[in-house]
């Protein structure tokens, strides 16, 4: 019985797969962090420059001073 075409390039990707993999360096996890101290930085800027309420304004502005602190320290 023939085989299609689908179930061969199925097998083929099934083996390529399981070939050797390449050495990548692992991804630097202080990298990660930073990446995502920096995108909440610009989401509580983002939201600095629509807060109206004095609070809410104190509050973010703490906030970026803590994230600042963060990023300086990874």
């Known amino acids: 019985m023939a085989r299609g075409w689908e179930s061969k390039a ?3 990707q099934q083996q390529q ?3 050797p993999k390449t050495n990548a360096a692992p991804p630097d996890p202080g990298a990660a962090e930073r990446a995502t101290l ?3 930085r610009t989401r509580a800027l983002a939201d600095l420059q ?3 309420v004095p609070a809410h304004r ?3 502005e703490a906030a970026i ?3 600042d602190e963060k990023i300086r320290a990874v």
């Open 10 to 12: 199925v097998e083929d």
């Open 17 to 19: 797969a399981q070939g």
């Open 38 to 40: 920096q995108l909440a």
């Open 50 to 52: 629509h807060a109206c």
């Open 58 to 60: 104190a509050m973010l």
């Open 65 to 67: 001073r803590d994230l």
